[in-house]
């Protein structure tokens, strides 16, 4: 919890200078997440080439797994001298897969606690604020309780100031001008579509959670099957599973975390596409081939020719060689026809090793 608000509590900084500049807070959060995965993007191409590298090895790996069945060490072994040879850190895709989960959380607590990690006031101050509210009734019934009792003293501002003693001028000042601009295409996104009326039309960011997280979930099946990855059966569940959890979610939450949700779903969508456009696993492995090649035919370009003496010499000795081999097989013969001689008439008779019948 203390890490995620202290990621949430650097990137609200980012959040309240984007509202200091449009005033409203959908236009904030819009930008919020496309600037913050436009920072992400190089750690996805980044992970997009670790998972090129392995399988590129993946046939080599098998082999080893049949050679080596039942050495496990030898197994091991091998396969970081495969790894090795192949310039390949299979621990690099880690870190890189990993960073974003933090970052993302904690975009997610810079939206659910706008005034500790977004205004930045004293964590004594709304302590005692969100302690007040929660034993005026009804409240917070209608916002999942204390997790999003901050987004409900600004929801409530207009009632509630006279009574917010805890806060400074100050503070009171900066509450008020944020609770200003969260209306956003008619749609009051401190109100949760679960409590709004129809008319309201919040209705429509659980819908829109819906197609963005099903259309993602499906894009990436398709991807999976076009690349000869098949799913498992939970996966498979999985793809009609979350989405609907995320409705629900949508559904229940304040409308700004929903809004978030939706947004961030979209923005992860296009970045998928985008990077299974422009560095898919075949194209990133092709471009590896290429740099392979290009790196040997440098190499070779940089090896400086033999001088022409030299060369001549060589030249020489290959074509006197074969003579060289014939002279020395001629001279064997010669030998071996010698010792036959010798041996007499009985020599080559293989009754004379046997000795005669009786």
């Given amino acids: 919890m203390q890490i995620l608000n202290f990621f949430g509590s650097i990137l609200g900084y980012l959040l309240w200078a984007l509202y200091s500049i449009f005033r409203n807070y959908g236009v904030a959060i819009i930008l919020f997440t496309l600037i913050l995965k436009l920072l992400l993007f190089p750690f996805s191409v980044k992970q997009q080439k670790s998972m090129a590298s392995q399988s590129k090895l993946a046939a080599k790996q098998r082999e080893l797994q049949k050679k080596y069945a039942n050495n496990k060490q030898k197994y091991n072994e091998e396969l970081m001298k495969l790894y090795e040879k192949e310039g390949v850190n299979p621990s690099s895709g880690c870190l890189v897969s990993m960073l974003p989960l933090p970052i993302m959380l904690g975009i997610y607590y810079s939206v659910i606690m706008p005034l500790s990690n977004t205004l930045h006031i004293s964590s004594d101050a ?19 309780g204390g997790l999003y009792s901050e987004m409900e003293i600004i929801r409530n501002f207009d009632v509630l100031k006279n ?8 503070d009171l000042d900066k509450i008020e001008f944020f609770s200003q601009g969260f209306h956003f295409f008619g749609m009051d996104l401190l109100a949760s579509p679960q409590t709004a009326g129809f008319l309201s039309f919040l209705w429509i960011i659980p819908l829109l959670s819906l197609l963005s997280n099903f259309g993602m979930q499906f894009y990436m099946s398709r991807v999976q ?9 939970c996966m498979k569940g999985a793809m ?13 939450m304040p409308a700004a975390v929903g809004f978030y949700w939706v947004i961030s779903s979209v923005t992860s969508w296009l970045q998928t596409v985008v990077i ?13 081939e290429a740099r392979r090649v290009a790196s040997l035919e440098l190499s070779e370009a940089a090896v400086r020719p033999l001088p022409a003496t030299v060369q001549r010499e060589l030249e020489q000795r290959l074509s006197a060689a074969p003579q060289q081999s014939q002279g020395r097989e001629e001279q064997s013969g010669k030998k071996q026809g010698g010792k036959k001689k010798k041996g007499g008439k009985n020599a080559g008779d293989p009754s004379s090793y046997l000795g005669s019948k009786k």
């Fill in 240 to 252: 009609y599973v979350l989405p609907l959890i995320s409705v629900y979610w949508a559904y229940v």
């Fill in 276 to 288: 299974n456009r422009y560095f898919s696993i075949d194209h990133m492995n092709a471009m590896a």
């Fill in 225 to 233: 099957r076009r690349n000869g990855q098949d799913q498992p059966g």
């Fill in 126 to 144: 709304i302590s005692l604020a969100t302690s007040y509210i929660s034993k005026l009734p009804g409240v917070l019934s209608s916002s999942g």
């Fill in 163 to 170: 009574s917010l003693t805890m806060f400074t001028p100050e």
